[in-house]
């Protein structure tokens, strides 16, 4: 046991620390840093990803079971699905800029879950199926909303180029604004469903275990996800009726983004289990 806990706790560090590292090299990449290539920030995202890989396996085979059913483990499988996927977006359409931007990003969210989540209580193994699917939905919706907030800062560093005139290799290699535009349209349709069914099934769960109480609607587990939701409605809405276009809607699902690292670490601060509880609190009548 011993044995399995210093491993994990290894595999954390060292992927942390090269995520860290991926992160300057690829932020003084853009900024046309001397000596500084893309190369080292891809090698850096690689080792720091074999590290979260192996940290993932080890608790995997310490519980028993997927980790996803604690605080701890669902944001860090979080953050390797957001790595995960933009490393296959980069190797598919070579987006070589795209890690430079993803990059900063998963160390924010990581050192906020070290520094907030690690330690706090959660679900204990494997729950039925309606909590399962929550939580499986509820990780491709918040990945989606990742997507959608990095492809927003593309098109936020595209219109800044644009404006100043000052053309760049970063305005030649990121995908053009109707492209990044789509794209953002996209990642907020696909968030939004998963996030509206996640909701559902959390609701059909906590209804057939009996774990509404007389104001569970106040709940903060269920309040602060209904508002991410609610954000990205009137967004979708805005962006579907024109009256929310270009530049504004990459600086919202830039918000939106950091709402949702708000939520995600402040659920489980507030109530030390993460925005996905064993339970809604019954009360008696």
């Not at 840093?33 to 940290?55: D, E, I, N, R």
Request: aromatic share 14%; proline share 4%.
């Amino acid at each position: 046991m011993q044995h399995l806990e210093l491993t994990k706790s290894l595999c954390l560090h060292f992927g942390v620390l090269f995520y860290t590292l991926a992160a300057l090299f690829g932020v003084a990449f853009l900024f046309s840093v001397p000596f500084v290539k893309l190369w080292l920030c891809k090698t850096c995202t690689l080792l720091g990803f074999l590290a979260h890989t192996g940290y993932l396996a080890v608790v995997w085979a310490n519980e028993g079971a997927i980790p996803i059913f604690r605080p701890t483990d669902l944001q860090f499988t979080l953050v390797w699905l957001v790595v995960f996927g933009f490393s296959i977006v980069d190797v598919v359409w070579r987006t070589r800029y795209v890690v430079s931007f993803v990059m900063p990003a998963v160390v924010l969210f990581s050192f906020g879950v070290i520094f907030f989540i690690q330690g706090r209580a959660g679900m204990h193994g494997p729950q039925d199926g309606l909590m399962a699917t929550h939580v499986i939905l509820a990780i491709f919706g918040y990945e989606s909303f990742v997507f959608a907030f990095v492809v927003g800062l593309m098109y936020l560093a595209q219109v800044r180029q644009l404006k100043t005139k000052r053309f760049q290799s970063l305005f030649q290699r990121l995908p053009s604004l109707e492209v990044l535009d789509r794209l953002n349209f996209v990642s907020v349709v696909f968030g939004l469903g998963a996030m509206t069914l996640a909701i559902i099934a959390v609701l059909a769960w906590a209804s057939g275990h009996g774990s509404y109480s007389a104001r569970w609607w106040l709940d903060p587990r269920i309040l602060s996800p209904s508002a991410l939701w609610l954000f990205y409605v009137v967004l979708l809405i805005g962006r579907i009726t024109a009256r929310v276009r270009g530049r504004k809607v990459a600086l919202l699902t830039v918000f939106g983004f950091l709402g949702m690292i708000v939520l995600l670490i402040g659920m489980s601060v507030v109530t030390g289990q993460g925005p996905h509880p064993e339970s809604v609190t019954h009360e008696e009548h």
